[in-house]
């Protein structure tokens, strides 16, 4: 814990939880109070505004990001100039250019937008999405060599490249020409005719945080541009393509600043209009309907387009949603719903796996599971559902029948796992390997898993140690449960979207009794408390039921508390409600 950390108050004198965390406040009163007199916002506003360091003067452009304000000129990105030119010089020349998209969201929406575009200046994109088994990630020179085969004269590559030194020197060996639209961490240049990522070392334009499918929206903006200036006459309004832009910066967890707040908050509104007949037939597929928030994005709609490149035809995601034909959509949303269906049952049962593997290595400071038969489309959830649980960085392997070994990782505050992955590749310990500080994915001998455990483990354990040795809550405000309801939701969603960086509000309610506590099927506990005037808020612990806070939460019996967690909408028999979801609980 810091030394700061450490000489701030606790709230309501909680020093140790149930959980072993200290509670305090995430901004001063003072630091509220001159929000709330200079924004003239009320208290709840101010708070949530004062924790993620909005001053008061910024308050009113923070609550309504647009892109007039928020968007920066996409010639600031280093080659963005260069590449929005070499693809309109190619479309100008009738040359065939193919879209080479990761299969994932991120990628899904970038493929879609550029499809988007170039169909509303009469260009039609070819599209090549790589197969995550058969394939791997990322291009490869025999996937450049097949499409030079095909005739292709230039390839776009979005949400992979940066880091494909080997394929793109095979690309240039052939003569054909690519350009990288990517945004994971690079190191040093391919050799590409350009590289558009705000995170290649050489790029000034603090948009690092930027997901590609973002980095692709500026492209977007950039072509339409150059398009006018040409004389040409692009059809799209490209403001529609903000859909499909806010979908993938929602599910590819990057930070919720910044752009990507513009992108996700605008992004929401332009979905609810219901213009993308893949995303519509997917709603009605998943029962989502209009309006769209982050949570409909990140666990309603994203989980089923990832699930075609997870389990599935790794095409699926882009063309459901760049596809106009109604038919093909209703086609593509049913089979991918059908495909999240088995890619959880399958996630279920490697997760129990895993799990018995990680509770193995309390002693570690990174937890590693690997078996052989793993599918490689899960091991990124199953890698996230055990960072959560244990509080540490999480990497899954799966093994293949020919001994090599997919891994993927999901890091905690503080461990950058990209960057380790980056030094152990150079190190010798992967095949491949390199992400993003919070996430990443590698290639690895699976006989040298050992190796590669004990090594990083040596690299991250004192990060590791550090990010945990401060068991501290950031607490928003203290609450009654008399004061949670509808208007208060409406006030939350007001200040967000939140994700990374920019974290959903954590509230404590102080001082009541469980009144109801029952554990459901699922692993999930129901509950409901009691404050002394005799209000009552409903709440629920997902999977807690054999945790000790879940226990506590069922035994509790007439004992006093205070509760952590977040304020969520619940939807039951057409009826909706303010819910609470437990996150750690003190006893008074």
């Known amino acids: 814990m810091s030394e700061t950390q450490t000489l701030t108050p606790a709230l309501l004198g909680v020093e140790h939880s149930l959980l072993g965390r200290k509670w305090i406040a995430r901004a001063a009163d003072a630091d509220v109070t001159a929000v709330q007199q200079t924004s003239g916002l009320d208290r709840v506003r101010s ?16 609550l309504n990001p647009t892109l007039k ?13 260069k590449a929005s030119r070499l693809i309109l010089d190619g479309i100008e020349a009738g040359q065939k250019i193919t879209l080479f998209s990761d299969y994932d969201v991120d990628g899904g929406t970038s493929a879609a937008q550029m499809i988007r575009w170039g169909r509303g200046l009469g260009y039609d994109f070819g599209l090549h999405v790589p197969d995550r088994l058969r394939d791997g990630y990322g291009p490869s020179r025999a996937a450049f060599e097949k499409l030079k085969g095909e005739g292709v004269d230039l390839v776009v590559t979005l949400d992979c490249g940066a880091a494909a030194h080997e394929a793109l020197q095979g690309a240039a060996a052939i003569n054909l020409p690519v350009i990288v639209i990517d945004h994971h961490l690079m190191d040093g240049l391919p050799p590409a005719e350009a590289i558009v990522n705000p995170n290649r070392p050489d790029d ?43 979908l993938g910066t929602v599910c590819d967890v990057v930070p919720m600043i910044g752009l990507n707040r513009t992108l996700v908050r605008q992004g929401m509104k332009v979905m609810d209009r219901q213009r993308i007949a893949g995303l519509n037939a997917l709603a009605a597929v998943a029962k989502a309907a209009p309006p769209f928030t982050t ?33 093909i959509a209703t086609a593509h949303a ?16 490697m ?19 690997a078996m052989d038969g793993w599918h490689p489309g899960v091991i990124g959830i199953v890698a996230g559902r055990l960072k959560d649980r244990f509080e540490r960085p999480a990497i899954v392997i799966g093994i293949d029948e020919d001994g090599v070994g997919k891994g993927s990782g999901r890091s905690i505050s503080g461990v950058d796992l990209g960057s380790a992955f980056n030094k152990a590749k150079k190190a010798g310990l992967l095949v491949s390997g390199g992400g993003h ?37 950031k607490v928003d405000l203290s609450l009654a449960p008399s004061a949670v309801d509808l208007a208060l939701l409406d006030i939350i969603d007001s200040v967000g979207p939140y994700g990374p960086q920019n974290p959903a509000p954590i509230f404590a309610i102080s001082d009541v009794r469980i009144a109801f506590a029952k554990a459901l099927s699922g692993g999930h506990v129901r509950f409901s408390v ?22 506590a939460l069922l035994d509790a019996g007439e004992k006093r508390v205070h509760l952590l967690g977040q304020i969520k909408r619940n939807h039951y028999q057409g009826r909706e409600s303010a819910d609470f979801h437990l996150r750690d609980m003190a006893w008074v």
């Open 47 to 62: 708070a949530l505004l004062a924790g993620r360091g909005v001053p008061g003067a910024d308050a009113a452009r923070y």
């Open 69 to 81: 304000t928020d968007l920066p000129d996409p010639s600031i990105l280093t080659d963005m100039d």
């Open 204 to 246: 000034d334009s603090k948009l690092g945080h930027l997901a590609a499918t973002g980095v692709t929206f500026m492209l977007v903006v950039a072509l339409n541009r150059a398009a006018k200036q040409r004389g040409l006459r692009p059809t799209l309004d490209i403001r529609e393509l903000l859909g499909l832009a806010g």
């Open 295 to 327: 949570y409909h994005s990140g666990f309603v709609l994203g989980p089923r387009i990832n699930a075609g490149g997870r389990i599935g035809r790794s095409e699926m995601g882009a063309e459901l949603l760049s596809t106009d034909d109604p038919a």
């Open 334 to 349: 049913y089979e991918l719903d059908r495909l999240n269906r088995e890619r959880r049952a399958m996630q279920d049962d």
């Open 351 to 369: 997760l129990r796996a895993a799990t018995e593997q990680a509770e193995r290595q309390d002693n570690r400071a990174i937890i590693i599971a």
């Open 437 to 473: 500080a919070m996430a990443g994915g590698l290639t690895v001998d699976g006989a040298r898993v050992g190796e590669l455990t004990e090594w990083l483990e040596d690299e991250l354990s004192a990060d590791v140690a550090a990010s945990r040795a401060a068991p501290v809550s």
């Open 530 to 551: 009691e404050g002394r005037g005799g209000d009552r808020l409903s709440g629920i612990l997902f999977r807690g039921d054999e945790t000790d806070l879940g226990q």
